[in-house]
């Protein structure tokens, strides 16, 4: 079974501009978060989507925003980039098991987003 | 804030010996948490999980210890390898979605 893919794997951007990134799940996954991880801050949730849906959501601004498609697949995207959201953005997906819990959550290799 | 975080940020050991990370975290309520491995340049990949109705766990050379006590919660390697060097994180979930608060690290450097 194949991992989590995450395109592009790097990226240079320009302040002010926008990017977005995809993430496809592991097949059968239909819960899917994005993380940011910076050697300032260590990994830290922006959101998670399930079934299309926006279920959790971090402490990020507006300026991040994500979607999540009929084939669970997710992109996130963001807008006016700053320096400081220079960062590794993993994805990760996991299955839900009975009672809503959650199981086993996989990352996926990452996007370096450098921004200039 | 809550937060989950690490009592060695760095750990150093010698190949065959056995590691221990450790992990404190703050909210009673968490009920599932996740060791992760993140080797230079790679997304952080799952090694062993444990639920809170669970005190131990057992999978292949590596063992999570659950203290709910304390709130504490431990990683052990078995005869450490070089391949075992990278950074370790836990992760604990709080209950709502599949988010989750990561500690800091601890970085395992294996000694040849």
Known sequence: ?116 | GESVGLHLPTLSVQEGDNSIINCAYSNSASDYFIWYKQESGKGPQFIIDIRSNMDKRQGQRVTVLLNKTVKHLSLQIAATQPGDSAVYFCAENRGYGQNFVFGPGTRLSVLP
């Open chain 1, 1 to 116: 079974k194949a991992g989590v893919t995450q395109t592009p794997r790097y990226l240079i951007k320009t302040r002010g501009q926008q990017v977005t990134l995809s993430c496809s799940p592991i097949s059968g996954h239909r819960s899917v978060s994005w993380y940011q991880q910076t050697p300032g801050q260590g990994l830290q949730f922006l959101f998670e989507y399930f079934s299309e849906t926006q279920r959790n959501k971090g402490n990020f601004p507006g300026r991040f925003s994500g979607r999540q498609f009929s084939n669970s697949r997710s992109e996130m995207n963001v807008s006016t980039l700053e320096l400081g959201d220079s960062a590794l953005y993993l994805c990760a997906s996991s299955t839900i098991v009975a009672g809503g819990s959650y199981n086993e959550q996989f990352f996926g290799p990452g996007t370096r987003l450098t921004v200039l």
